[in-house]
């Protein structure tokens, strides 16, 4: 669906072969390239275009070497801008508190459970820790169930009440039975919901309230389209969230929601989710993600 | 607003209103094409006239394209039972529309089996047969781990025994790029026809209304695995305005036929045409 980007910019550069510098004239084509090749990759509109707009800034009047094309170049200025917007270097998980508190929030279906999972097993594996699983989605049928399915996979404790319906008094809870059992990490793993939904959003701040969280992690599909700025910035707003998670990263979406969530409340991509399984999880890099939104 | 021409200003604030709603690049020039021969015919047309005319483009396009408005959660009479496979990427929301179908579908006096068939995500059986619980509706299942195709040959099976009018069966989420899983749905579907030789009558594919332009990708492979022919689009009660579907149905001349609002029982409507394209130009 995507042409590289490079070739479209090479192509809207014939014209200038043989030219000096970067001119006015024949930068507005390639920002509109540009500009296009992100929209189709899912940055949001206003963020797409402002980015296009700062890449034709500092091609402007840059040298066009002999060795390199035109296209090149651009492409060039472009992925840097893009990785340096997307965070420079990965930003490790926030494991201070005994014990650690980890609060998972996002939309209904993002991947929170399945991250919940993931991401005690890679503490438990890759850092030594000995982390526990609360599982405080007292909506979704069988929410609960799946949590527990996934800390058996993984030999990770899930603590849960079904008697109790209330997300605060299960959250609190299961921090006491980790404490009272030595463990060093909680994952709390919440329900999905809409920006929108007042009551819902009402009740992730009052978990956050009553639990203080060392790590607030909102859980993205990196699938998602322009909403992205929209639930991005809702979340942020109520939860001041530490960091992003990009899931089903293993499918073929650019992912330009990246750009966009990064643009509208500049926290750090923490992690990205690359499967199903309980071992499919990465820590972030900007310069790949760069390349992705780009079709490189 | 405050102009009375239609003028490259509104077109450029019109390209932002359906870029924005996720209608793509390629579908907003599509449109504003339209728009533009459109102003170019009927002269003096103003920003007043603009709505009206934009949303009957729209609402025709959609039309050229089999998305006829549904009024109400029927199934053809003479297919009996009725199977129904639903599929599509993880986490758009299939089983819980497969809950909410089977809800509307029992109101309107038929009897719905469902087949759990996504024997792999953790507790999907269960999740599915806690809606089977609350529509009241029985759920086939052989557990988890097992072979999703033997387990929609049973639900058939059954549904043929009990004489049902309508069978759903459930699949597991897949990304489209998974040849091996994409490949797994046509299997489904070739061990149905033993018992059925034209089921599934209905291959409904789920799209998350926050997908963005992926969602093209996803239509696209699950149509080439199995056929899809009909849509469903989800979570319409956030902010997300689902324009996605108006360039696929388009090129892949699929009707959408239910969109889902909530995560409640009642929540799922039939498709219709002019609210969905009016949404796309109110509030948000
Ligand atoms: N391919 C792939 N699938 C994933 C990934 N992460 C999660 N999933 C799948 O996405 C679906 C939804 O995941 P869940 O963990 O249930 O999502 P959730 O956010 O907890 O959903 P709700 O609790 O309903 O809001 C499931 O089918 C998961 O297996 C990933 O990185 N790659
Ligand atoms: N707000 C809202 N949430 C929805 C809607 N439809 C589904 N959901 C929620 O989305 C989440 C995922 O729904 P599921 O039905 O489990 O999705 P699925 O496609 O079966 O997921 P997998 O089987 O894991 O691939 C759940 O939390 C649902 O309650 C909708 O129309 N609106
Ligand atoms: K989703
Ligand atoms: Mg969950
Ligand atoms: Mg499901």
């Given at each position: 669906m995507f042409d590289n980007l490079s070739d479209k910019l090479d192509r809207a550069f014939k014209v200038l072969k043989g030219q000096g510098q970067i001119s006015e004239v024949n930068v507005a084509e390639t920002s509109k390239e540009i500009r296009r090749a992100l929209l189709d990759a899912d940055v949001n509109y206003k963020i797409a275009k402002n980015f296009a707009d700062s890449v034709k800034e500092k091609a402007l009047g840059q040298d066009v070497l002999t060795s390199v094309s035109p296209g090149q170049l651009f492409t060039k200025i472009t992925h840097d801008e893009l990785a340096s917007l997307m965070g420079g270097e990965s930003t490790d998980i926030n494991l201070k508190g005994s014990p650690a508190v980890i609060l998972i929030a996002g939309l209904q279906g993002s991947g929170k459970t399945t991250f919940s999972g993931k991401l005690s097993n890679y503490l438990k594996k890759k850092k030594g820790k000995n982390p526990m699983l609360v599982a405080a989605d007292v909506y979704r049928p069988?929410?609960?169930?799946?949590?527990?399915?996934?800390?058996?996979?993984?030999?990770?404790?899930?603590?849960s009440d079904k008697e109790n319906k209330n997300p605060v008094e299960i959250a609190k809870a299961g921090i006491t039975h980790a404490k009272s059992k030595g463990f060093d990490v909680v994952i709390i793993d919440t329900a999905g919901r809409l920006a929108v939904d007042e009551q819902m959003m009402n009740e992730i701040a009052a978990v956050k309230q009553a639990i203080n969280p060392s790590e607030i992690l909102f859980v993205v599909?990196?699938?998602?389209?322009?909403?992205?700025?929209?639930?991005?910035?809702?979340?942020?707003?109520?939860?001041?969230?530490?960091?992003?998670?990009?899931?089903?990263?293993?499918?073929?979406?650019?992912g330009g929601a990246a750009l966009s969530i990064r643009s509208v409340v500049d926290k750090p991509i923490k992690f990205v989710g690359t499967g199903e399984k309980m071992e499919a999880l990465d820590v972030f890099y900007p310069k790949r993600m760069a390349d992705r939104i780009l079709g490189m | 607003v405050g102009k009375s021409k239609v003028d490259d200003e509104v077109l450029d604030?019109?390209?932002?209103?359906?870029?924005?709603?996720?209608?793509?690049?390629?579908?907003?020039?599509?449109?504003?094409?339209?728009?533009?021969?459109?102003?170019?015919?009927?002269?003096?047309?103003?920003?007043?006239?603009?709505?009206?005319?934009?949303?009957?483009?729209?609402?025709?396009?959609?039309?050229?394209?089999?998305?006829?408005?549904?009024?109400?959660?029927?199934?053809?009479?003479?297919?009996?039972?009725?199977?129904?496979?639903?599929?599509?990427?993880?986490?758009?929301?299939k089983t819980t529309t497969i809950g909410k179908l089977a809800y509307q579908l029992k109101q309107s006096g038929h009897k719905v089996i469902l087949g759990a068939a996504d024997t792999f995500r953790a507790a999907a059986v269960d999740q599915l047969k806690i809606w089977g619980e609350r529509v009241d509706v029985p759920v086939v299942t052989q557990g988890m781990g097992a072979d999703p195709a033997s387990v929609a040959f049973d639900a058939l099976q059954s549904a043929i025994g009990q004489d049902a009018d309508v069978v759903i069966i459930d699949t597991a989420g897949r990304l489209h790029n998974k040849i091996n899983l994409m490949n797994e749905l046509s299997k489904i579907k070739r061990v149905m026809q033993k018992l059925i030789p034209d089921a599934p009558h209905e291959i409904l594919l789920v799209l998350d209304a926050s997908t963005g332009q992926n969602a093209f990708e996803q239509a696209k492979q699950f149509t080439l695995a199995t056929e899809v022919n009909a849509l469903a689009l989800t979570k319409l009660d956030g902010t997300a305005k689902g324009g996605v579907v108006i360039g696929i149905s388009d090129q892949f001349k699929i009707p959408v036929k239910y969109i889902g609002v909530g995560e409640g029982i009642e929540h799922l409507q039939v498709f219709n045409r002019k609210e969905f394209v009016g949404s796309l130009f109110s509030e948000r």
């Amino acid at each position: 669906m995507f042409d590289n980007l490079s070739d479209k910019l090479d192509r809207a550069f014939k014209v200038l072969k043989g030219q000096g510098q970067i001119s006015e004239v024949n930068v507005a084509e390639t920002s509109k390239e540009i500009r296009r090749a992100l929209l189709d990759a899912d940055v949001n509109y206003k963020i797409a275009k402002n980015f296009a707009d700062s890449v034709k800034e500092k091609a402007l009047g840059q040298d066009v070497l002999t060795s390199v094309s035109p296209g090149q170049l651009f492409t060039k200025i472009t992925h840097d801008e893009l990785a340096s917007l997307m965070g420079g270097e990965s930003t490790d998980i926030n494991l201070k508190g005994s014990p650690a508190v980890i609060l998972i929030a996002g939309l209904q279906g993002s991947g929170k459970t399945t991250f919940s999972g993931k991401l005690s097993n890679y503490l438990k594996k890759k850092k030594g820790k000995n982390p526990m699983l609360v599982a405080a989605d007292v909506y979704r049928p069988a929410a609960i169930d799946q949590l527990h399915v996934l800390g058996e996979q993984i030999n990770i404790e899930v603590y849960s009440d079904k008697e109790n319906k209330n997300p605060v008094e299960i959250a609190k809870a299961g921090i006491t039975h980790a404490k009272s059992k030595g463990f060093d990490v909680v994952i709390i793993d919440t329900a999905g919901r809409l920006a929108v939904d007042e009551q819902m959003m009402n009740e992730i701040a009052a978990v956050k309230q009553a639990i203080n969280p060392s790590e607030i992690l909102f859980v993205v599909d990196s699938m998602t389209g322009q909403d992205a700025v929209n639930t991005a910035k809702a979340f942020n707003d109520r939860l001041d969230f530490d960091g992003v998670v990009l899931t089903k990263l293993d499918g073929d979406t650019r992912g330009g929601a990246a750009l966009s969530i990064r643009s509208v409340v500049d926290k750090p991509i923490k992690f990205v989710g690359t499967g199903e399984k309980m071992e499919a999880l990465d820590v972030f890099y900007p310069k790949r993600m760069a390349d992705r939104i780009l079709g490189m | 607003v405050g102009k009375s021409k239609v003028d490259d200003e509104v077109l450029d604030n019109l390209e932002e209103i359906l870029v924005t709603s996720d209608v793509g690049v390629d579908t907003t020039l599509k449109i504003i094409g339209r728009i533009e021969e459109r102003v170019a015919r009927d002269k003096f047309v103003n920003t007043s006239e603009l709505n009206a005319i934009l949303n009957e483009e729209i609402v025709a396009l959609l039309a050229e394209n089999n998305t006829e408005d549904y009024t109400q959660f029927s199934i053809p009479k003479d297919k009996k039972p009725y199977v129904i496979m639903v599929v599509g990427v993880n986490g758009v929301g299939k089983t819980t529309t497969i809950g909410k179908l089977a809800y509307q579908l029992k109101q309107s006096g038929h009897k719905v089996i469902l087949g759990a068939a996504d024997t792999f995500r953790a507790a999907a059986v269960d999740q599915l047969k806690i809606w089977g619980e609350r529509v009241d509706v029985p759920v086939v299942t052989q557990g988890m781990g097992a072979d999703p195709a033997s387990v929609a040959f049973d639900a058939l099976q059954s549904a043929i025994g009990q004489d049902a009018d309508v069978v759903i069966i459930d699949t597991a989420g897949r990304l489209h790029n998974k040849i091996n899983l994409m490949n797994e749905l046509s299997k489904i579907k070739r061990v149905m026809q033993k018992l059925i030789p034209d089921a599934p009558h209905e291959i409904l594919l789920v799209l998350d209304a926050s997908t963005g332009q992926n969602a093209f990708e996803q239509a696209k492979q699950f149509t080439l695995a199995t056929e899809v022919n009909a849509l469903a689009l989800t979570k319409l009660d956030g902010t997300a305005k689902g324009g996605v579907v108006i360039g696929i149905s388009d090129q892949f001349k699929i009707p959408v036929k239910y969109i889902g609002v909530g995560e409640g029982i009642e929540h799922l409507q039939v498709f219709n045409r002019k609210e969905f394209v009016g949404s796309l130009f109110s509030e948000r």
